[in-house]
């Protein structure tokens, strides 16, 4: 699989444009009549060619035979969709490969947040259809705009209906377009999704990361992914602890929770945030750490108390990205976000400062957008101003993006000169200052999950989520390790080893690319079929076509 969007650790390069503003089996498809007989949101379009206009053989596309390469843009949620697509096409029989050119199947998860990830997916589906490849879409872009021109004869699959890759997959193998975007709901009330439980591949055998809700409460006037995930959706409690207790089981070591804004989970179902973080804390094996993902200013205010308490946990990262957008409440104002400057420094203040709550050491990262059409100079000093007070040691800085469809969008923008000078006088602020200087000579203890992009260290996180770089020792990788910090750059530090290890989880991680959930039994509790019986029907289809081939010949 390829994932493109955010670093391994998240922060690796906090002050770069990034695509994120931010992180089955399918068993009960024996026949057609049992496939669509109860599912009237299903559009499938018979072809007689294949999406690349070639014509294929009756029966020459044996379900479950070919390979499938997946492409991810964007956040962790939509690597999460992408994890449970995968290993529901594997599951059921699918090759995944990295290799592109081998595929039969390219399966496209798209992020709509920034104009440049668009184009990006957009060029993807030209040079499938001029490989001659099938193509499968899904995630944010054809979900919120799904009449768009370059989407036409194409395969979708909605971002709630991921449960039903295999589905989609398999009739467009056979040269159907088919377009699943419907929302999931129980009793007339929108849900998280599919289940939690389905089968993944995880891109990182160490690192489980669970989407706790899906949209939004907001109303942002730049934003086009409320377009597609739409309203607030939280998943049922017991069901993220079920699967953050197989994670571990599986040997995982590192919990992300993910949405688009996780301060605002439980308020759809009469729970909240910080009840569910209470209710994961007591499953985290010792060695392993849970973090959790973005939350927007109005939704945790009123949690912090509680949050500050979790922060304190061991387990527990003591990390918080809160996105401030812009450092004017004008431009705030203008972009609907629903709280004040004073809102957000209250925020940082309470959790780095107060006397009785304060996490010592702990990070808070956050976004700017700079050139918002509105944003003036003054504006944009205000935010210059903010950002010189609390030097954020992560800072994701973007450009403005008008998205279609978007009330922004209809403004008149910033001049694109302007725009950028202001996004480079950003960007020298945050180089002017480095953040982890104070650590050199600390001991820390940093769990180890991942390779560096240079393939030199093997790359770590301390309890701050500060990324600390270690030598390459196999049996260090998935350990929460003692370090000695000897070295700080801008993004990150170098350790070395005390060789003392904490207990690194609960079992041995699965191998990279094996399919997660397949032998736990709240997997097939909840599964309205068993996992041999698609593998039986594939087996038995093999054998008919050998069959027919070799009397075919007398």
Known sequence: MDFVGNSGSGIEAPCMEIDDIEDLISAQDITPKERYSSRKNVIVRARKKNQAGNEKAVGENIPGVQSVYVKTWGCAHNNSDSEYM????????????????????????????????????????????????????AGCVPQGAPKSSFLHGLSIIGVQQIDRVVEVV?????????????????????????SLLLPKVRRNPLIEIIAINTGCLNQCTYCKTKHARGDLGSYPPEEI?????????????????????????GRDIGTSLPELLWKLVEVIPEGCRLRLGM????????????????????????????PVQSGSDQVLADMKREYCRADFEHVVEFLQKNIYFRVPGMTIATDIICGFPTETEENFE??????AKYKFPSLFINQFFPRPGTPAALMTRVDPQEVKKRTKRLTELFYSYEPYGHNVGVIQDVLVTEISHDK???VGHNRFYEQVLIPMRSEL????????????????????????????????????GAVSGLNTDVYLEESDNKIWLPLVLILVSIIIRLLFAFFGTF
């Open 295 to 322: 939350t927007n200013p109005p939704y945790i205010l009123e949690h912090l108390e509680e949050i500050a308490k979790i922060m304190h946990h061991p387990r527990v990262y003591g990390f918080l990205h809160v």
């Open 170 to 194: 398999e009739e467009t193998l056979k040269g159907n377009t088919v377009k699943l975007l419907g929302t999931k709901k129980e009793n007339g009330r929108k849900i998280g999704g599919a």
């Open 241 to 265: 602890v079920a699967r953050a207790k197989q994670a571990f089981e599986e040997g995982v070591v590192e919990i992300w929770l993910t949405s688009e804004d996780t301060g605002t989970y």
């Open 86 to 137: 995968a290993g529901q096409l594997s599951a059921y029989g699918y090759k995944l490969t990295e290799d592109k050119s081998e595929a039969d199947v390219w399966l496209l998860n798209s992020c709509t947040v920034k104009n440049p990830a668009e184009d990006h997916f957009r060029n993807e589906i030209e040079s499938a259809k001029k490989m001659g490849k099938y193509v499968v879409l």
């Open 382 to 387: 205000d935010t210059m101003a903010l950002c």
């Open 477 to 512: 990788m998935g350990k929460l390790v003692k370090v000695q910090i000897k070295s700080a750059t801008k993004f990150s530090m170098i350790g070395e080893p005390l060789n003392e290890v904490v207990m690194p989880g609960l079992a041995k991680p699965l191998e990279k």
């Open 456 to 458: 030199k260290h093997y």
